[in-house]
């Protein structure tokens, strides 16, 4: 089975700084997905990034970047620029490939507030 | 718009009241899921329909009942609730076909059983 730790349950930033959140996860398999969604208060589940393991080049999305070292099990999120939107709760989450179950695995969450 | 509806989106009910929570999606998707979120546990998958008449367990299913009659609904049934069913649940669906498939989620349902 799968697990997705992340350690930080809350932080705080200021605005325009950027921030990093962690997050690290056990898993046998060597195929598979990793991702970021953010959950802001509306409560909707939207998917920030997106990084497949057999890649090496990490994945980017504008001010979202993150830093996945395979060897180490970690798949951290970089958000440069912060801005007031992007105050929210954020789930790690990882999903083994196949063709049957599409589970996501979600961590417990880092929840992060920017400050004006 | 291509979207995933849940209804209600807030219930508070009773002990033992059967209820269903609705799902459905307007995206031809094969694949649909049910998760519940509590503080402190990230979320979990409770059923999953991998297509019409096509449904099995995830990692929390007891005390929940599924159904997939029709590709587009999969209500997620409580036949008698319990306070520990206390949670907020998501539907989510993807295609279903190919190694990725972008899941989408549904807006949620806040459901209190006193």
């Known amino acids: 089975a799968q697990t997705v730790t992340q350690s930080q349950p809350e932080m705080s930033v200021q605005e325009a700084e950027t921030v990093t959140l962690s997050c690290t996860y056990d898993?046998?398999?060597?195929?598979?997905?990793l991702f970021w969604y953010k959950q802001p208060p509306s409560r909707q589940m939207i998917l920030v990034i997106r990084?497949?393991?057999?890649?090496?080049q990490n994945a980017t999305e504008n001010r979202f970047s993150v830093n996945f070292q395979k060897a180490a099990k970690s798949f951290s999120l970089k958000i440069s620029d912060s801005q007031l939107g992007d105050t929210a709760m954020y789930f790690c989450?990882?999903?083994?490939?196949?063709?049957?179950?599409?589970?996501?695995?979600f961590g417990t969450g880092t929840r992060l507030t920017i400050i004006p | 718009e291509a979207q995933v509806t849940q209804n209600p989106r807030y219930l508070i009910t009773v002990t033992g009241k059967k209820l269903t929570v609705t799902c459905s999606q307007n995206?031809?998707?094969?694949?649909m899921s049910w998760y519940r979120q509590d503080p402190g546990l990230g979320l979990r998958q409770i059923y999953y329909?991998?297509?019409?008449?096509?449904?099995d367990k995830g990692d929390v299913p007891e005390g929940y009942k599924v159904s997939r009659k029709e590709k587009r609904n999969f209500p997620l049934i409580l036949e008698s609730p319990s306070p520990n069913q206390t949670s907020l649940y998501f539907c989510?669906?993807?295609?279903?076909?190919?190694?990725?498939?972008?899941?989408?989620f549904g807006p949620g349902t806040r459901l209190t059983v006193l």
């Open positions: 989450a990882f999903m083994k490939i196949n063709f049957g179950n599409e589970k996501l695995t």
């Open positions: 995206m031809n998707h094969e694949y």
């Open positions: 329909s991998m297509n019409v008449e096509v449904t």
């Open positions: 990084q497949e393991a057999y890649k090496q």
């Open positions: 898993t046998s398999e060597n195929n598979y997905y």
């Open positions: 989510a669906s993807s295609s279903g076909v190919g190694l990725y498939n972008e899941q989408f």
